[in-house]
């Protein structure tokens, strides 16, 4: 009798562990993600102001999404403006929309002076010289630059206050040639811009105009060959990802053949991989910003990708504690072979397919943006912390560290992750469908671009997960991803150069 119970109780024990076994993995890879996405998104800071990584240029002041809008904006914008007011076939169906964008940005900037939201010296110099020569009305911006006047005497703001008011004034002014060349060294194209707005000179204003025109025009027709080159490429990548479609569609009796199949055995350990690579990165990323600012390394883009480098590891732990082979493992997260026919098809293809899917994934964005404008949402808050220093940065070697990074590093380590262990255990725990949106949505949240950032990319995180359970390996997702990071640093280069 006793005998029997003890049976019964040691049932009832091994029981309870293998129910509780699973939900607090279930409950710790939550807490990781929530945690993860609370520190990216900076709902709370654990450490603090986060370290500054941007170059010199850019530390005098700490820059907003906002203000790296502006920077890129603005000078695409009036180089287009200036270059199509040459091309008569433009000015009644393209230039509106020009114009229309400039008008939006400047309104931009006055509802965060009235929202009172911090913009650096530069977006505010912006938003006055190209104010001024748009015909619209700064005084907001005038008053601001004399409110910052009081606390810290700028020479350049007061030179720019007063050369407006002069001319809104219709009072001489006439500057220096010291003048003239401290303002084009300073605020270097919207100088020339500025001395355009508020000269009267016909042969200054030539000249002047001569040189805008040389410096943005320059910057538009730049960007506007490579957006035009990579358009063809999508057009064309459209037509053969069709073609091979239904060319595949035909050969397996009018159904896609989706290679990945999900684990047999338990598959548990592709969560505590992923739980374990969410940990590693959240206490990398913060104990590097915590030496930084103990001063005990230096900031720089080097040290980043030391503390990101690490988390790879975290697929040799089921290893380790002899649960499972290093083999079964590398195919239960795709990092297989499956023939050298496959392999190289992959390589070949993946970059056609990834640019096949910019046309609706460009439709999506459109109405995601119109619904966010309906809303008057900012979606200058999406941007990511990246942006700036590319922005600031002269140093090549620094932005090719930023290129290992984006265009290597994280393909492979993030799909590794994501759509390797994640994906995997979701695909043994739930549909196609369910699993696609989940680790869509858990990509995009932990990612630092914030709530707005989350829908277009969570669209780019089910693109990669298709891909995985499309193709059966990581190869093709890899490929896709260092695509998506390549094509996104080179328009962002484009704009900002």
């Known amino acids: 009798m006793n005998q029997r119970l003890s049976t019964q109780i040691e049932v009832k024990r091994e029981n309870t562990k293998a129910l509780l076994g699973p939900f607090f993995l279930y409950f710790l890879t939550l807490l990781v993600v929530l945690i993860t996405i609370i520190n990216s998104w900076g709902v709370v800071d654990f450490l603090g102001e986060k370290p500054n990584l941007s170059p010199t240029k850019l530390t005098e002041e700490t820059e907003s999404n906002l203000d790296r809008s502006i920077a890129m904006q603005s000078r695409l914008l009036v180089g287009a403006d200036f270059y199509l007011k040459k091309e008569s076939y433009s000015k009644d169906l393209i230039q509106p929309m020009i114009s229309s964008s400039i008008s939006q940005m400047l309104t931009e900037i006055k509802q965060s002076l009235a929202a009172r939201k911090k913009l650096s010296n530069t977006s505010l110099r912006t938003a006055t010289i190209l104010g001024l020569y748009y015909g619209q009305n700064i005084e907001a911006e005038k008053t601001e630059l004399i409110n910052r006047q009081q606390t810290k005497v700028s020479v350049l703001d007061k030179l720019i206050v007063n050369r407006v008011n002069s001319f809104q004034n219709d009072t001489k002014n006439e500057l220096l040639n010291s003048e003239i060349e401290f303002l084009q060294d300073e605020l270097g194209w919207l100088g020339d811009v500025f001395l355009l707005a508020t000269e009267t000179d016909p042969k200054l204003l030539s000249l002047y105009k001569e040189q805008v025109e040389t410096a943005t025009e320059s910057q538009f027709l730049k960007f506007s060959k490579i957006a035009f080159v990579m358009s063809i490429f999508a057009l064309s990548s459209i037509a053969l990802f069709s073609f091979g479609l239904l060319r595949h569609i035909s050969k397996s009796d009018g ?116 619904v ?4 008057h949402l900012d979606m200058n808050e999406s941007g990511h912390p990246i942006v700036p220093i590319l922005a600031g940065s002269d140093n090549n070697n620094q932005i090719i560290v930023i290129a290992i ?93």
């Open 405 to 497: 990074l984006a265009v290597v590093m994280a393909p492979i380590i993030e799909e590794i992750m994501f759509r390797g262990a994640l994906y995997g255990w979701l695909r043994s725990n739930f549909s196609y469908t369910a699993s696609l949106i989940i680790s869509g949505l858990i990509f995009a949240a932990v990612h630092p671009q914030g709530p707005l950032g989350v829908f277009p990319l969570a669209l780019i995180g089910m693109f990669l997960a298709a891909l995985r359970e499309w193709r059966g390996t990581l190869l093709a997702p890899m490929i896709a991803h260092a695509c998506v990071n390549a094509g996104t640093l080179t328009l962002v280069l484009s704009a900002l150069r």
């Open 372 to 375: 966010v404008q309906y809303f």
């Open 255 to 370: 159904l896609a053949k989706f290679r990945f199949t999900p684990t047999t055995s338990s598959s548990s350990y592709l969560l505590e991989i992923f739980c374990i690579y969410m940990v590693l990165m959240l206490a990398g990323g913060l104990l590097i910003r915590f030496l930084i600012q103990q001063e005990i390394i230096n900031p720089s883009m080097k040290i980043q990708v030391l503390g990101i480098a690490p988390s790879l590891l975290a697929i040799f732990f089921p290893v380790v504690l002899g649960r499972v082979s290093f083999q079964k493992v590398r195919e239960d997260i795709g990092l297989k072979l499956d023939g050298w026919g496959l392999f190289l098809r992959d390589i070949l293809t993946t970059p056609f397919i990834y640019v096949a899917a910019w046309s609706p994934f460009f439709v999506l964005l459109v109405g995601y943006s119109i």
